[in-house]
């Protein structure tokens, strides 16, 4: 791997993009950012961490929950106090994305981290699904419950990811051209999938230097 690279993970629920992000860190000897993302951002930002928690991967939020919020927010000017709280909340994930990336290898995953970093030519994004099926599967073993209820918060989770996605960025969740490397989770496992993100990289970098 070259002296810094950041690797961005975008994944449908249940696709287990999480855990194979956290395995790919660990191989490449680096950090892996997913919920500690919105801990790192709210030490940065000055906001306080619970609206992250509660903001995570939402688009939107009711008005009147970001006005009583809002008198969390710390040392912004007035024009960013004026903005909604979901809006805050996207700003500093964002920021803290980009100072992420200018300073070490990592791999960060969902928060729009392809988006914040397409013009860094460090950062690969990858997108990971799996047939339904599948992720049913995954769900109902980690969360003990019945096949309903694990398609039905699959399809929550992935609404709400798409919306988030689709409401913040230029470009379209899930949809190949949106992203570098696009692979089945379901068809390569866990240790495959992190073999192929590797392989990939190890490939760009070899192209660049020729």
């Known amino acids: 791997m070259d002296e810094r690279t950041v690797i961005t993970i975008g994944r ?27 801990e790192l951002a709210a030490k940065e930002s000055g906001l306080c961490e619970d609206l ?15 006005l009583v919020m809002d008198t969390y927010s710390l040392g912004y000017t ?11 909340v996207f700003l500093a994930q964002f920021d803290t994305i980009k100072k992420l990336a200018q300073r070490e290898s990592c791999v960060i995953v969902g928060r729009c981290a392809d988006y914040a ?19 049913i599967q995954r769900i109902k073993k980690l969360y003990d419950l019945s096949d309903n209820k694990a398609a039905d918060m699959i399809q929550k989770t992935d609404k709400r990811r798409a919306s988030y996605y689709n409401y913040y960025s230029s470009k ?5 051209k949106s992203y570098d490397l696009c692979l089945d989770s379901g068809q390569l496992g866990i240790d495959g999938s992190i073999d192929l993100i ?13």
Not at 17 to 34: N, P, Q, S, T, W
Not at 54 to 66: A, H, R, V
Not at 78 to 88: E, F, V
Request: charged share 30%; proline share 3%; with cysteine.
């Open 12 to 38: 449908e629920f249940g696709s287990g993009g999480h855990e194979i992000g956290m395995k790919l860190a660990e191989r490449l000897g680096i950090k892996c950012y997913d919920k500690e993302l919105l």
């Open 52 to 66: 992250f928690a509660s903001q995570d991967e939402k688009p939107t939020n009711s008005f009147l929950y970001s």
């Open 78 to 88: 007035s024009s960013y106090m004026d903005m909604p709280i979901n809006h805050k």
């Open 117 to 135: 970093l397409e013009d860094n030519p460090f950062a690969v994004s990858v997108w990971i699904k799996a047939d339904l099926d599948v992720r």
């Open 172 to 176: 379209k969740w899930g949809e190949a």
């Open 198 to 210: 590797l392989k990939y990289i190890e490939l760009k970098e070899k192209n660049n230097k020729q």
